[in-house]
Each structure stands twice: as C-alpha cells, then as structure tokens.
C-alpha cells in the first residue's frame, strides 16, 4: 500500500515538474533545450551519480537551432564522422567496450558506451569541427535500457570558443523521480 501511495505521489509531482518545464532524467535519453548560443566545445559535467557509481553515457549529441534560425535541427553537430573530438577527465580501465570515442561515435547501448574512473563524478566533452550555433543537447546512459546504474543524477552542460573559459548552458533541471530513490 505504501508503495502504491509513493508512486501515486510521484505521477502527481511529475505531472507538476512537466507542467514548467522540468525534466525527469532518464536513462535511455535526456534532452537539453536552451537558447541558441555559440559554441565549438560542450561539456557534461557530472557531480554524482545514481548509487555514487562511476558515470556512464553511451551517446552524447549537439544539435543547432531550427531550419528558422539557419540549420538542420536533425544534424547531430557533435558526431565523430562530422569531425567532432571526444575527450574526458578519465577513463575506467580493462574495459573494450567503454572508450571515450564511443561519446560522439553514433552507436548507443552499453557497449558503445564510455565510463568514467572517478566514483560519482567526471566530465565528457565534445569539441566541434568548427564553431557553431548550438540550441540542444541530447544524452544517455544507455539507450537500449538494459541498465540503469551509473546514471549522472547531478551534472551541468557548459560551453565556450576557446575550450579554456567555460560559461554553463542556460538549462532547466532534470530529477530522478524513481520510486527507489525514496525507499
């Protein structure tokens, strides 16, 4: 029964969250919408983690404003075949399957995935092939859904020119709204 009432509570303060603008994170994919800006590095960085585990993010995807402000809003700016570079603060060893190009690689799920060496925290950057007008970001830990640990649960995207001098991405918040999270 208690359960029930939790999840009841939850649809409730979803509903809520939604209504504003507020995104519930979610593993397979998380989409952040800002005004357009100009940008040629974008960086996730993650401050903890579901379960304090090492992030995970199998894709991490740039877009451009609207074909109104000039581009194709379908054309992931940060892909590697766009010559876009992945870089990141660290890398979890003895591990194939989890490398940093597999950031900007266009394969999701947990094989094309990269993990970070640092418990709760770390950071993915893309740098793009040359400047451009940036207005969404789209991320996730695992697209195919078969696991859901490692999930970041705090993070902010920043973004700068000369990949030294970073301001943060103007961006509403995303909350884990998991029934367990509370138990």
Same mark, same amino acid.
């Given at each position: 029964? !208690?359960?029930?009432?939790?999840?009841?509570?939850?649809?409730?303060? !979803?509903?809520a969250?939604?209504?504003?603008?507020?995104?519930?994170?979610?593993?397979?994919? %998380?989409?952040? !919408?800002?005004?357009?800006?100009?940008?040629?590095?974008? =960086?996730?960085?993650?401050?903890?983690?579901?379960?304090?585990?090492?992030?995970?993010?199998?894709?991490?995807?740039?877009?451009?404003?609207?074909?109104?402000?000039?581009?194709?809003?379908?054309?992931?700016?940060?892909?590697?075949? =766009?010559?876009?570079?992945?870089?990141?603060?660290?890398?979890?060893?003895?591990?194939? &399957?989890?490398?940093?190009?597999?950031?900007?690689d266009?394969?999701?799920?947990?094989?094309?995935?990269?993990?970070? %060496?640092?418990?709760?925290?770390?950071?993915?950057?893309?740098?793009?092939?040359?400047?451009?007008? &940036?207005? =969404?970001?789209?991320?996730?830990r695992?697209?195919?859904?078969?696991?859901?640990?490692?999930?970041?649960?705090?993070y902010?995207?920043?973004?700068?020119?000369?990949?030294?001098?970073?301001?943060?991405?103007?961006?509403?918040?995303?909350?884990?709204?998991?029934?367990s999270?509370?138990?």
């Amino acid at each position: 029964k !208690r359960t029930k009432e939790i999840n009841q509570r939850l649809g409730d303060i !979803r509903q809520a969250l939604e209504s504003i603008g507020v995104a519930e994170l979610n593993v397979k994919r %998380n989409e952040e !919408r800002f005004d357009p800006v100009e940008a040629r590095f974008v =960086r996730l960085t993650i401050t903890s983690t579901k379960g304090d585990t090492e992030p995970c993010i199998d894709e991490f995807e740039i877009y451009g404003p609207d074909l109104a402000e000039g581009s194709d809003p379908t054309k992931n700016l940060g892909l590697a075949s =766009r010559g876009s570079k992945a870089t990141a603060s660290s890398l979890l060893p003895g591990y194939p &399957i989890h490398q940093i190009h597999h950031l900007n690689d266009g394969q999701t799920g947990n094989d094309h995935s990269w993990i970070s %060496n640092e418990r709760g925290a770390g950071w993915a950057q893309l740098e793009l092939a040359e400047p451009a007008k &940036i207005s =969404r970001v789209v991320w996730g830990r695992d697209r195919d859904g078969k696991f859901t640990d490692r999930l970041p649960t705090e993070y902010c995207l920043e973004f700068s020119l000369d990949g030294k001098s970073f301001d943060k991405l103007p961006t509403l918040p995303s909350i884990s709204l998991a029934a367990s999270d509370f138990k």
